[in-house]
Each structure stands twice: as C-alpha cells, then as structure tokens.
C-alpha cells in the first residue's frame, strides 16, 4: 500500500533511522557476536544460548542453527556461500550453506580444541588455529585439509590474511608467525606481550610505490602497536601514546596508511604511519566519559562509528573536528559495531545481547520523469518526490527490499530478479496494476505513459504494455543471430531508443510499431549509455572511449561531439525548463558540468561547456530544473543546489548593477536572450548590447537584435533586420543573418542548406566573389558561367592577371554572337596583345570592325612602346591625334601627313611644320606654321624661301613682328 505524505520524519534524522532491533532474549543475555555477509545481504548473531540466528536485511529470521557449546567465533567466506562456526572446547567446525540452508561439520581430526578460524580474503582457504598453536588451512574448493608443522607452543587468538594469501598469527606464546596458503613459513618473530587483533595493511612510505599488505600491526598488551613490515623485518615499530588515554580497546585501518584508535578513557585518536608523520597526532579527541569500546570504518561511506557507554558518534573523515550523527540507546551499554560494505546498516551489539540495526545509507537506486523523481524511503518503501512540488510526497510501502526502480508521466515500477510490480500515481490512484514477470534478470526498467521497457542482464530489451489493456510486446535485437548485445536503453513517449555493444543506436517508434532509424558508431565503439531530451529528437551519449556525443537522427546535425567531457559520467540530466541546457553529473557526483547546446543557429550546431560546480558532498544525481540541481544524499533525502552557471541569476529588481551584469553574462551563456535584455537595460552598459546584438544574430532571435539596434541607433541594421522578419525557414534565415555579419563562408554554407541555395550564387557574385561563384554555378546555374566568367576576367585584367583572364574571357564566349560575345572576343584579343603575341592579337583586332576595340588595343600597344602598330589602330579607331603624335615620334612622315589636316591641335601643326621645314617643303611648312598659328615661322618662310613680301605684308598688318624683324 503507499499513501500521500509530507517529507518523511524518520528520513530527515539521518543515520538514526532504527531498522529493526534483535532482543537480548533471542540471544539468552549477556556478550553477543555479530556478523554481516559479505554482501550485506545476512547478518548472522549468536549469544550464550548457543544458537546462531541467520536474519536478512529487514530483520526476518532465515535459519537457525543449534549449537552443542557457546559458539567462539563466526566468520563469512569471501563469496557469502558458507558461514564457518567455531564453539568453546571443539575440535571440529560448523558450515551453514546460504544456498541449501545446511549445516555440515569439518572434523579437524586434531585433538585439541579450536581457538581461531578465518577466511582468506582472495582465496577459497579456512585458517583453523588451536590451542596448542597447531594450524590446519582447509580448502573449501578441493575439501583438501592441509595440517602444517607447530610453530606455536600455546593457543592461536589472532590473525588475519592479506591480498597476497599470506596468514599472519599471533598467539599466547607471545610469537607472530608468516605462513603461505599452502602452509609454508614464512616468518616468525617474538614480541614482548600477547598479542591482540592482529591485522595486515600497507603502511605509507615517503615515494609512492605499488600497494601491497606488507605491514602487520598488532595490539601488544593493550598498551602499543607493533608495527612489522615483511619488506623490513629488520626494523619493527612500536607506538606508544599519552598515559592519559589509557589502554587501548580497539584499532583499525584506513585509507592510505592511516589509523584510527580507541582508548579505555574514551579517547579517539587518528594517526598517520608516513615516515615522516610517524609519532604525530593527527587528531585527538575525548568522546566518551568512560571507555569507547569499538570502532567500526566504513570505506562506503568515508565514516567512522565509534561507541561508548550507550552511545554511538559518527564521524565523517574528510573532517576529523565534525561529528556529523550522535545517538543514544537508553538502558544499554553499547559493546560491538558491524557496518555493512555497502555502508547501509550498522548493527549495534549490546552487554546485554542486544543487537540494534541502524539504516545509515539508502541504497541510491532511482529513476527520474520529467521534474518528478522516485527512489527509496527505506528498503521496503518507495518514494515518488515533484521537485517543484515537495510536500506532495508519494510513498508506497513494499514487501520486499527492490533492486530497480522506474518511474514514468503515470506509473511507478520497482522489482527484484526478474519480477516487476508496477502501481499507478496519478489521479489518486492507490493500487498496484500489474505484476511482469521477465525472460530473465532485470538490470533496470525505463517506463513511459503506456509502455515498459526492460533490459535484461543477458543483454536484450524486452518491451510490453504496462497494463493488461495493452497487449503489445516485442523483444529486441529484432535479428536472430545478432551478435550485439544491448547495453542501455530509454523510453520516451513516442521512442524505444537503445544502443548496443557494437556501437548502434536504433530508434524504434512506438505508435508505428516499426524500427525508425540505426546509426553505427565510428569504428564500431560499444554505446555505454544513452540519455534523451524530452521527446527523444536528441540523445546525449557516451563510448566505450568515454567520449560524449549528441545524436539526432533528424538533423542536419546529426552528430556533435561533446568538448571537455569527463571521463566517467553516472548521469546526464536535460534541464527540464530550458531545452539546449543539459548537465553532466561524474561517477560520485563530485562535479557537475553544464552545457549548452543550440542546433539552430548562423553556425554549426555545437555543444559548449559552460560552467562546473563543485557539491560539498556526495550526492547521486537526479535531475536538473532551471538550473537547480537535485540529488539523493545517503539518507535517501533530496538536496537541491543551484548550479554554478545560474548562481546569480535573479529577477532584475532584485540586483545590483553588478551582479546584474554578472547574471546577465550567464543568461547570455545559457541562451536567455530575453533576460539579457532586461539585465542590459538596467545595466544601460553599451559592451553588454554589443555582446547582445552579436548572440541574438548568432541564435536568430530578431526581435530581440531589432531591440538592441535600435538603443544603440543602428537604423540599417534594424533595417535589414525588419526585412527579415518574414523569413521562416531557420537555413535561409541564418544565411542572411551571417551575410549581416560578413561571415560569408557560413552564409555560403547555410544558402546552400536552404530551400534557395541560389542565394549563394547571388551572394558571392555581389560581393564579387568570382571564384566561389563560379564552383556555385557549375552546381547551381551553369547557364551564368559565361557572364560569371567575362565579369571576373574583366576584375583579373584590372589586377594585372592577364593569363587567368584570357582564360575566362574564352569561357564567356558563347557562339550566340552578342553583345557577351563581342566583349569577351575584345577581351582575348586584348590579353593576347598583353601576353605579347602582337602579331596575332593585331591581326585578331583588324579582324573586328569595332572602333572602341581598335583604339584600347592601340592603348595596349603604346604602353609597350609598339608606337608604329598603335598609331595604325588608333588612326582605325579615329584618334587621329594619337596617331599624328606616335608617326611623328617613329618619323613616319607620310603616314603623318595624311593625317594631318584632321588634325586641329596647334602644337602637332608646329612640329610637323618644323619637320617640312627640314625637309625643305616650305609651302606645307607654312601652312602648317599658320594652323599652328606660329606667324614668325610663316614670315620667315614666305621672306627667306618662298619670295612672297606681299604676303609678309598682310600678316605684318595684323601682326606685331618680333625683333628678328624689326
């Protein structure tokens, strides 16, 4: 049953959830013994009426099993499948079987008692030690017992097993002993007391070398620790400590090469054995008033438990000074700690043989739909939480603890194995519509409105209707015979998306009821995860490189890879009230990256990483809304942190100008072009319009770019921007936008993705672009190549390029013997005489009746001093002064003088009057002098060569002589 609830009381008081409490008259009173399997999975106790009580997790009793004396000592073998019981003054030893819930005895076939017994942590071998120190090592594998030669001459007490399989004891005879797994000695070595909890672990060095337990510490007389190293045996420590602490109860290991100790006083004290740090304090602390009397570490949870009196203090060790959780069991004196490996209870023996069991962590399972997220609210209850409504709070008590969990718009999904439970959470509904039982054993379940995807651990998706009413159902790969297994996979409402271990990614609709779309991977690189938006149009997901990709199957876009991506990801969460943000969560949630992503846009579609935030614990990731981030803590509560890319962002009236202008560089990283605009205007800062004018362009947001040209009296810009309006397709619109922007190979590119790609074309010829746009037109329009071409052959003989422009202007020739035609024809012949084949490009010229040509061929030809050819052309041309000018520069006399009455300037007249002169042709001397209007010349001739005075006369009357005359 579940029903509507406010947050949960019992979670909000952390680790002091009391899960179940075993009575001292379960265990007949007095001392009890505890321990867990290695798993968690069972907890066996025993106390002095010789029984030992098998419980599971929730505290329902598994199996009992009588004892015929006090039972000594229990132990679990490293894989959980045999429990080993040692009892008082017996030389044989009980295993209870967790998969057949039977006992069977291994006689030792010695006849003294055993005193000690332990599993090795790497190998199927049982250390049975007895009390005349002989030592018998059992292979549970081969059922092989192996006795090995007496090398202690009292009881065995203490010892432990290290990585290598390497056995280390201690004994009343006050010796330490190395043995192999076979037996064989290794070292031995006698110290001054008895001593107590033997135990291997790596002890720091100053350089950083490979891990190995080569250190065996021990407690010697409760008054030191003797540290041994086997890589040292030479040179043994031992650490003494302040009289004030009294003797020393308890001890353990920890991370890297530290240790945690307990003292009679009460005291706590955490040491380092660096060598440089040996003998130093790392902390101290009094805890107790009287003795504290166990310490318990859990690895899971970075936490210490320690206990004393009736009390239990946990400790987190990231910081010795904060005791984070400090509880009370009334009417008891607390004796012994047990944490399970996962760090999910923690069992409290009593003097009274009492064992009380603590829920210190939920297990983190959890599935999220839409701003709604669902995990445990205790190991048999699930909890269904809407972030943005918390007080409305769905629990649903269970009666089993469940592996899975799956929440989707209706329904919420948990299971075990290969069973599911679905019950219904909407509209009230308070009942359970359906139990599925799979094809095989369930690694997670992903639901939607009406359907239910599991994946199966054997690497197949099996898909069904969640209620009865929808009996369709599939099982997935479609192929018989694929080789690929699935390794994830995601509901969405219209989609069934999955990848496989060959690297594929296959979209399946639901409502077609057919496979839609499969794309591979480069080079066939397994899919670790897939993660959707919303409707499924995109997908974030991670290789087997642990590379991060988007994917759309319906995008030009199709792939993007995802910059700066951390290396082990345990969620990807898209911002449910902004579509293009999506966060990145790392294995422990220690960072939390944010990206954008904006697939329309004048660029490429790309993801840019934009912020990381740091959380000050560890947390599980769920989901992330508007930039708040929620996730689990290890009390199942939700914790709700604002990311570092949206930490200042606020309502404008609330901020100050400085913090506005900071909120409003986040909001124009994230896209929040609207924000920006009301940030900028309360900031009136003419930078930030100018980074806004640049990101609206970018995005296609025009109003928002009209509204910014227009404050800062850009009426062009607003111009062309209002022109723009109507423009719907996202290609055609960003293609003009980055025309705007002078970004014309992006402008090119969007054109040419548009419905009008002739925009390119039209583009580069106006910008005069000539080469793009004759690669555009041989695709686009090979009908434009020829005027194209005469328009660049016409720009590359302005520049001087006269090989590539006769090259082009060939091009423009048609056949069509028009206007294009004629130009280009002038054209070659023109680079022809600029190459300086003057020959044939004369020849080409007079071949054309066209003045204008004659006469830009006789330009030609002057600048390269061909003066004889270019006064030819430009007599052809009309430009009869040219002509005059250049035939009388190469004395061509003739050719000068048949030219010379169609010419009216005075100063050619002169000169070809003085070159008559000197040819002794006075009559056309003077009259050229006398077009020339140089009458001193006319006089002198008609006086000294031509014998006309009265001629002199008439000129003498309308002109004043000049001194050579007078």
């Not at 009397?293 to 009196?309: E, N, P, R």
């Not at 998306?497 to 779309?517: A, N």
């Not at 024809?825 to 003045?851: E, F």
Request: proline residues 3%; contains cysteine; neutral net charge.
């Amino acid at each position: 049953m579940y029903a509507l609830a406010g947050p949960n009381k019992d979670a909000s008081e952390g680790m002091k959830r009391e899960l179940f409490v075993l009575s001292s008259k379960q265990h007949g009173g007095g001392p009890v013994m505890q321990c867990w399997h290695p798993d968690g999975l069972l907890l066996s106790t025993t106390g002095q009426n010789k029984v030992v009580h098998i419980f599971d997790r929730s505290g329902a009793l598994v199996d009992e099993i009588s004892l015929a004396a006090p039972c000594q000592q229990l132990d679990w073998a490293k894989d959980g499948d045999l429990l080993a019981i040692s009892q008082q003054e017996s030389n044989s030893v009980l295993f209870w079987d967790k998969n057949s819930r039977k006992t069977t005895t291994l006689d030792t076939n010695l006849k003294e008692s055993v005193s000690f017994i332990a599993w090795s942590k790497v190998g199927p071998q049982l250390a049975i030690g007895t009390t005349r120190g002989n030592l018998l090592i059992y292979n549970k594998k081969t059922q092989r017992k192996t006795p090995t030669i007496a090398r202690h001459t009292k009881a065995i007490t203490t010892g432990a097993w290290n990585g290598k399989n390497y056995l280390a004891l201690g004994g009343e005879d006050k010796q330490i002993t190395v043995t192999t797994h076979e037996g064989e000695p290794v070292e031995q070595t006698v110290v001054k007391s008895e001593p107590l909890d033997i135990m291997f672990s790596e002890m720091k060095a100053d350089k950083k070398s490979q891990k190995t337990e080569s250190t065996i510490s021990l407690n010697l007389g409760r008054k030191t620790i003797y540290l041994y190293n086997l890589t040292d045996r030479d040179n043994p420590i031992e650490l003494a400590f302040q009289p004030k602490y009294g003797t020393i109860t308890a001890y353990r290991w920890f991370g890297d090469g530290y240790m945690m100790l307990g003292f009679s006083e009460g005291y706590f004290v955490v040491i380092s054995t660096h060598m440089k740090e040996i003998g130093q304090e790392l902390f101290s602390s009094k805890l107790f008033n009287s003795a504290l009397t166990d310490i318990c570490f859990s690895a899971a949870l970075k936490k210490t438990a320690v206990c004393g009196d009736n009390t239990i203090k946990v400790v987190d060790v990231g910081n010795w000074k904060s005791v984070t959780d400090t509880f009370m069991i009334e009417n008891e004196v607390v004796d012994k700690l047990s944490w399970t490996k996962d760090g999910t209870i923690l069992s409290v023996s009593t003097e009274s043989g009492a064992v009380y069991n603590f829920l210190t962590k939920i297990p983190m399972i959890n599935a999220v739909s839409d701003t709604r997220w669902s995990c445990l609210a205790s190991l048999r209850a699930v909890s269904v939480v809407d972030s943005l409504v918390p007080d409305r709070n769905i629990v649903i008590d269970l009666d089993f603890e469940p592996l899975f969990v799956a929440l989707g718009p209706l329904h919420v999904s948990v299971g075990v194995n290969n069973h599911a439970w679905f019950y219904k959470v909407a509209n009230d509904s308070q009942a359970m519509v359906a139990k599925k039982e799979y094809l095989g054993t369930v690694e997670r379940i992903t639901i939607n409105q009406v359907y239910a995807a599991a994946l199966l651990q054997e690497g197949r998706v099996q898909l069904h209707g969640i209620e009865p009413s929808v009996t369709q159902s599939k099982l997935f790969p479609e192929k018989e015979g694929d080789e690929a297994s699935i390794t994830c996979c995601e509901l969405t409402k219209d989609f069934l998306i999955y990848g496989t271990s060959k690297g594929v990614i296959v979209y399946f609709s639901l409502s077609d009821w057919t496979q839609l779309s499969e794309y591979k991977h480069d080079k066939g690189l397994a899919i670790k995860g897939v993660w959707p938006n919303p409707t499924g149009s995109r997908i974030v997901f991670v290789d087997a490189n642990n590379d991060g990709y988007i994917y759309s199957p319906v995008s030009d876009d199709q792939l993007v890879q995802i910059p700066k991506f951390p290396i082990t990801v345990s969620r990807v969460m898209w911002d449910s009230a902004d579509a293009g943000v999506f966060v990145v969560a790392d294995l422990e949630c220690e960072k939390l990256y944010t990206y954008t992503f904006h697939a329309f846009s004048t660029t490429q579609a790309v993801a840019t990483q934009i912020a990381t935030s740091k959380p000050a614990e560890r947390y599980v990731a769920v989901l992330t809304h508007n930039g708040v981030f929620t996730a689990i803590g290890d009390t199942g509560l939700g914790v709700k942190i604002t990311l570092a890319s949206h930490e200042y962002i606020a309502p404008p009236n609330t901020l100050t100008v400085d913090k506005a202008k900071k909120a409003f560089n986040q909001c124009l990283a994230l896209g929040r072009l609207k924000d920006c605009w009301e940030l900028s205007m309360k900031c009136k800062d003419k930078d930030l319009w100018s980074q806004l004018c640049k990101q609206a362009m970018m995005l296609l947001d025009i109003d928002t770019a009209i509204n910014v040209y227009r404050q800062v009296g850009d009426a062009a810009m607003v111009l062309a921007l209002h022109k723009l309006r109507s423009v719907e397709e996202k290609h055609l619109l960003a293609g003009h936008i980055s025309l705007l922007l002078q970004d014309y190979q992006q402008a090119e590119y969007l054109f040419l993705q548009s419905s009008r790609p002739q925009m390119a074309l039209e583009m580069r010829r106006d910008l005069l672009h000539w080469e793009q746009a004759l690669k555009l037109a041989a695709k686009l329009n090979p009908e434009t190549i020829p005027i194209l071409s005469k328009e660049y052959a016409l720009q590359l003989e302005g520049k001087g390029d006269w090989k590539k422009a006769i090259e082009m202007y060939s091009k423009g020739v048609t056949g069509a013997n028009d206007e294009q035609d004629r130009q280009c024809t002038a054209g070659i012949i023109r680079m022809t005489l600029r190459l300086g084949d003057t020959q044939k490009g004369i020849s080409m010229c007079l071949g054309v009746k066209d003045k204008t040509l004659y006469r830009e061929c006789a330009a030609i030809l002057e600048s390269m001093k061909q003066y004889a050819e270019a006064a030819a052309l430009y007599e052809r041309g009309g430009v009869f002064e040219k002509a005059v000018t250049l035939y009388l520069q190469v004395k061509n006399h003739q050719a000068a003088g048949a030219l010379i009455d169609k010419v009216t300037s005075p100063k050619l007249h002169g000169q070809y009057g003085k070159l008559m002169e000197e040819q002794r042709r006075y009559p056309d001397a003077e009259k050229a002098y006398s077009v020339a209007k140089e009458i001193d010349s006319v006089i002198r001739l008609n006086l000294e060569f031509l014998g006309n005075p009265g001629k002199v006369r008439a000129q003498a009357g309308s002109h004043t002589p000049s001194a050579e005359f007078r």
